[in-house]
């Protein structure tokens, strides 16, 4: 009874400031703590990721070349420090799936979705923190689980992060952690889907329309529907190939398997299709949940700094909610080559082109927003334009693949594989690196330093593209992905050269996120005091302090205007924040 | 300043004019230059029947996007530089142009749906229409190699004067082959490259593919599957024929 009178007395989302340690920063109910945990995390597991990363190109680069710290740190995988077959296969397997679900994911959605959009749609909190919370921690032994992998018999998955059965359903123990990893991980999102709509259906503040919402909330609302209904797909299923692989179901295993010489036991009835159709009914989605919140941020920073309202917003939102639709109708061009009906993929292949033009019209609305704008070129702009750029390099690739009869070629190639890169670096990393320099000032109060900044994005932007764009040539020659050394084969044999220098690349690249990390910390104690609105911006995370306090905002604000009235002609100032009343000082200065 | 109403569709006219000219243009040059593209904006030579078509659809959306690359980035460029914030000079104040947004709504779906529609009858030639007077074969995956069997000179399988070979592929130069792929264990990918073969043999179903070779050479048949520790080996290599397999033998 009284949880009830509680919650009469007090709006949702709303609670005490908390006194304690533990309270604050660990287990802490603020959506703007939970948002820097998972920055950390998201972090953490980026740098993981990366020197799986770089051993992965070490050995397409020298296939035979020991490294011999690591025959000490992986004596099982790299004995004496020459890979091992297996070893390479579980080093790319883990590479993408901590940078999807545990580095990107996190990163988009846990960080800068759980810190801004509360703020942004003037609510206290989110609508669950309990909630909230428990998806953080529960975030966390999902992590644990998957390094844990590699430290079990037989090392961590090895089947791809696409986990095609039978083969992981016949592979060693970590795939089995592999599996419950993700459950535990799928259980978070989940969690966090749920608050998200909730919190931005119900708590938006007053005059704050949906056609009012900056794009990033929509960007994420629509990327926490998505999760919604894609994710309990891929729990299914991995919950379906977790019983094949422990309790002897047959769900992916059809009769007569024989591995090794030795017929499998139990093997019967199942169809090792039905993975890949579960998996990518999930995956194509979630190809979408990685890129709209990019997407979301890009429309938020080119219009700050081009202090132009944002071109053609409601085509924005509404070509987000296209590619939401389309999106669960596209996962079989996954699948072009793999016994699926011919006649299938032409459907596919033609929802798939279509899907290609929401895209187009985002693309061609940055332009437009930057068309006839005032540009200041800051660290989060020139991070943003990058996304802009390499995005639109990564969706004209994809046309190769969606075309059927040119897929039958490139699939399972280099070329994906430089597709894909163009699409969650160039797209989504950058897209998140834009958000970091962004928000930072209002995460921590203080501004990053510009000039490093600078450096940073400079080296990021040239070398990514000395490390992925060459992979198309690899994929057009033939080189085919996940293979441990390629130079057995006489007709990609003269590739090495081009491999090493993308693997020279790539330690520049990696070398260059130092700068990130040093610049990162070192602002937080040492960076110029940022004051509320550093950026002069309209939306109303700006319109309260930086770091803003418990609960946001003093007073609930009242929204009057869209988010991107820039440069507006009757004003003098170039910026109109969404909260300042219509009466406000029409011809006040700028600052 | 009195002309934001309006200023963005007049604006918009005439680059979108210019834009149409060029990109007319740009095809125009495409067409005539179309079997000149460098050595490295090329897929490998191609031997089978169709790989002629699978290259023609390859250079054409490379060209397309090749077009809407350099327009989109010179666009930016262009834009970052014309646009760079100097004192005195304000932003122009619009929220768009909805006769804009339909054009370049439009244009990109006519583009993506011609593509779609020119794929789908090279499509349906190479996997859905097996020919006539093909000669049959099976193709069974296994971690990790290939074992192609012939029917033997009786032209059936299970006989006992059936061919089995490992990793080698003897085809006959200039006949089609339909080659059921069959997989003992996990999911494989028989991949030709010069032949623009490529099909996944996945265990518990039966694939058909056709395809043939128009000359022989030094090639090798690839694993495109990730099928296991050893799937970077699984290779095999197209044959010169053997007597029983020799063109127009039935």
């Not at chain 1, 430290?151 to 998955?157: L, P, Y």
């Not at chain 2, 990793?167 to 030709?192: E, M, W, Y």
Request: positive net charge.
């Amino acid at each position: 009874m009284s949880t009830v009178a509680v919650a009469h007395e007090h709006a949702p989302g709303v609670h005490a400031a908390p006194t304690s340690f533990w309270r604050k920063y660990i287990f802490s109910l603020d959506h703007k703590v939970i948002g820097k945990q998972y920055m950390f995390y998201a972090l953490f597991m980026l740098i993981v990721g990366g020197l799986l990363a770089i051993l992965v190109r070490w050995q397409l680069a020298w296939p035979t070349k020991a490294i011999p710290f690591m025959g000490k740190l992986a004596p099982e995988g790299m004995p004496g420090g020459h890979m091992l077959p297996e070893f390479y296969n579980s080093l790319f397997t883990m590479h993408a799936t901590i940078m999807i679900f545990f580095a990107i994911m996190p990163i988009l959605i846990g960080a800068f979705g759980n810190f801004v959009v509360p703020i942004q749609i003037g609510a206290r909190d989110m609508a669950f923190p309990v909630l909230n919370m428990a998806s953080f921690w529960t975030a966390v032994p999902g992590a644990v689980v998957i390094i844990w992998s590699f430290f079990v018999t037989g090392g961590a998955a090895a089947g791809g992060w696409t986990s095609y059965a039978p083969l992981s359903a016949i592979q060693p123990k970590g795939q089995t952690l592999w599996l419950i990893a993700l459950l535990i991980l799928g259980l978070s999102s989940l969690l966090t889907s749920v608050n998200f709509i909730t919190t931005i259906i119900n708590m938006r503040a007053p005059g704050m329309t949906f056609f009012r919402m900056p794009l990033t909330t929509w960007a994420l609302f629509i990327t926490a529907i998505l999760l919604l209904l894609a994710l309990p797909v891929l729990s299914g299923a991995m919950i379906m190939l977790l019983f094949d692989r422990v309790l002897g179901t047959t769900f992916f295993l059809p009769a007569g398997l024989v591995v090794s010489g030795q017929p499998l036991k139990n093997a019967g009835g199942g169809q090792a299709l039905l993975w890949q159709h579960l998996f990518w009914f999930f995956g194509h989605p979630e190809v979408y949940i990685m890129i709209l919140p990019a997407m979301g941020i890009t429309s938020e920073v080119l219009p700050v700094f081009s202090r132009k309202p944002v071109f053609g917003y409601r085509a924005m939102a509404y070509s987000m909610i296209g590619i939401a639709g389309l999106g669960f109708i596209v996962w079989g061009h996954h699948m072009f080559q793999s016994g699926m009906n011919p006649l299938l993929g032409t459907t596919f292949m033609i929802s798939t082109m279509v899907i290609a033009v929401p895209s187009a019209i985002k693309t061609f609305n940055w332009l437009g927003t930057l068309w006839g704008g005032s540009i200041r070129f800051t660290t989060p702009m020139l991070m943003a334009l990058s996304f802009v750029s390499m995005f639109v390099i990564g969706g004209l690739s994809g046309i190769f693949m969606a075309s059927t009869p040119v897929d039958i070629f490139i699939h399972d190639t280099y070329f994906i594989v430089g597709h894909i890169h163009y699409v969650l670096f160039g797209g989504s990393l950058f897209g998140a690196f834009a958000g970091l320099y962004f928000w930072y000032p209002k995460m921590f109060g203080r501004m990053m330093n510009d000039t490093w900044g600078k450096v940073h994005w400079a080296l990021t932007f040239i070398t990514f593209n000395l490390v992925f764009f060459p992979m198309h040539f690899l994929g057009m020659r033939g080189m085919q992905r996940r293979i441990y050394t390629y130079t057995e084969y006489e007709h990609l044999k003269d590739l090495q050269p081009m491999n090493q220098f993308m693997t020279l690349s790539l330690f520049v690249l990696g070398a260059a996120q130092v700068i990130l990390v040093v610049n990162f910390f070192l602002s937080m104690r040492r960076g110029k005091v940022a004051g509320p609105n550093p950026w002069r911006a309209n939306t109303l995370e700006w319109q309260t302090p930086s770091p803003p306090p418990h609960e946001n905002f003093t007073e609930i604000p009242t929204v009057y205007r869209g988010p991107y009235e820039y440069s507006a002609p009757e004003r003098a100032d170039d910026h109109w924040p969404q909260s300042e009343p219509p009466s406000g000082p029409v011809r006040a200065s700028a600052h | 300043m009195q002309t934001h109403a309006l200023g963005p569709v007049r604006a918009a006219r005439r680059p979108l004019r210019t834009g149409l000219f060029s990109i007319a243009a740009l095809f125009a040059a495409a067409a005539v230059r179309a079997a000149e593209l460098p050595r490295w904006l090329q897929l490998p030579e191609g031997v089978s029947s169709y790989s002629a078509r699978i290259d023609g659809m390859f250079r054409l959306i490379l060209w397309i996007t090749g077009i809407v690359f350099v327009i989109v980035e010179a666009m930016l460029l262009y834009f970052l530089f014309r646009y760079r914030h100097r004192e005195g000079r304000k932003a122009t104040y619009t929220h768009g142009n909805n006769r804009i947004e339909v054009i370049w709504t439009i244009i990109p779906a006519l583009i993506c749906v011609v593509l779609a529609l020119l794929s789908r009858r090279t499509w349906a030639d190479i996997k859905q229409n097996m020919p006539a007077n093909a000669l049959p074969i099976e193709i069974t995956g296994e971690q990790f190699s290939w074992t192609i069997q012939y029917p033997g000179a009786d032209g059936k399988f299970g006989t006992p004067d059936d061919i089995v070979s490992l990793n080698q592929l003897h085809f006959p130069v200039g006949r089609p082959v339909v080659a059921t792929l069959r997989s003992k264990d996990v999911i494989h990918s028989f991949f030709l490259p010069e032949f623009r073969v490529k099909q996944d043999a996945v265990p518990g179903m039966s694939t058909r593919i056709w395809f043939d070779g128009m000359r022989t050479g030094h090639w090798e048949i690839a694993c495109a599957e990730l099928c296991g520790l050893g799937h970077y080996r699984m290779k095999g290599v197209p044959a010169k024929p053997t007597p029983p397999l020799k063109p127009g033998r039935n």
